[in-house]
């Protein structure tokens, strides 16, 4: 069974340029799950989208925003980067809402703004 | 602030030594979960603990949850090299809007 897939690896873009990241999760998965890893802050929630709707939202300025598709894949895009956003994007699915069943993770896309 | 707390934040010991992981807070969880991370990984949930009081052992690896649901702890007995990497706690609290939350990790490095 395939893991979830996170698509580019490797980014490098420049200040103010914007970036859509991809997501596919686990077939027959249909909760998809964004985080943003940092060192000095962790893991931090982004936003949550099950059946294309978002269900819940970190503290995150506007320029985050994601969707899902049908097929439960997701795309997360961050418009005017800023240096700060430098960080390891986190996908996570689970078979329903993220609270009532286990995330399986991604092993993420490294975004780099300089 | 986190709203969960972990220590220590690094831990470097040697083959063969036990460990303990905490992971605090001051606000009731529903549950909480422990995720190992490795270099260029996601993290991979290990154990998800919801009564209070409850203790899950996973061979060399043992969880608690604390009585009030307000913390937990993570004890490797005879840690092994295999074991190095970030260890994550993260939990769902109503007031939190049932978002999983995560703490800030534990780096454990076990020497050989």
């Known amino acids: 069974k395939a893991g979830v897939t996170q698509t580019p690896r490797y980014l490098i873009k420049t200040r103010g340029q914007q970036v859509t990241l991809s997501c596919s999760p686990i077939s027959g998965h249909r909760s998809v799950s964004w985080y943003q890893q940092t060192p000095g802050q962790g893991l931090q929630f982004l936003f949550e989208?099950?059946?294309?709707?978002?269900?819940n939202k970190g503290n995150f300025p506007g320029r985050f925003s994601g969707r899902q598709f049908s097929n439960s894949r997701s795309e997360m895009n961050v418009s005017t980067l800023e240096l700060g956003d430098s960080a390891l994007y986190l996908c996570a699915s689970s078979r329903n809402r993220a609270q009532d069943s286990p995330l399986h993770f991604g092993n993420g896309t490294r975004l780099t703004v300089t | 602030t986190q709203l969960l707390e972990q220590s220590p934040q690094f831990l470097s010991i040697q083959e063969g030594e036990n460990l303990t992981v905490y992971c605090n807070s001051s606000s009731v969880f529903s549950s909480l979960q422990w995720y190992r991370q490795e270099p260029g990984e996601g993290p991979v949930l290990l154990v998800t603990?919801?009564?209070?009081?409850e203790v899950k052992k996973l061979k060399r690896l043992t969880f608690q949850f604390g009585d009030a649901r307000k913390d937990s702890s993570l004890h490797i007995t005879a840690a092994q090299p295999g074991d190095t990497g970030l260890y994550l706690c993260a939990g769902e609290a109503h007031e939190y809007g049932n978002k999983l939350v995560f703490g800030a990790g534990t780096i454990l490095r076990v020497k050989s």
């Open positions: 603990v919801v009564t209070g009081g």
């Open positions: 989208y099950f059946s294309e709707t978002q269900r």
